[in-house]
């Protein structure tokens, strides 16, 4: 998998992946994304990478998009928020 930005993914996750972003204020550029092996678990294949500012969520890739849900509820509970800068 080589997926470097959010328009890497595949057209429904990227898809899904807007409208989360949308729901929750956010532009998807505002996210980086990468995909990369596991390393800890190489034969269930990848992970992705969802970084925002200094914080970062790595979800494992499967068919029925459950990175995507998994992403949503981080987003719900205000995960990729950035502290206001003093």
Known sequence: MTIHTYTDLPLVDRAAFELACARHGFAP???DIRGEADPND??????????????AQAYRIDARGQWLRQFEVDLNGRFFRQAPHA
């Open 29 to 31: 550029m505002q996210f």
């Open 42 to 55: 190489p034969d269930h294949g990848d992970m992705l990478i969802v970084r925002r500012g200094a914080w």
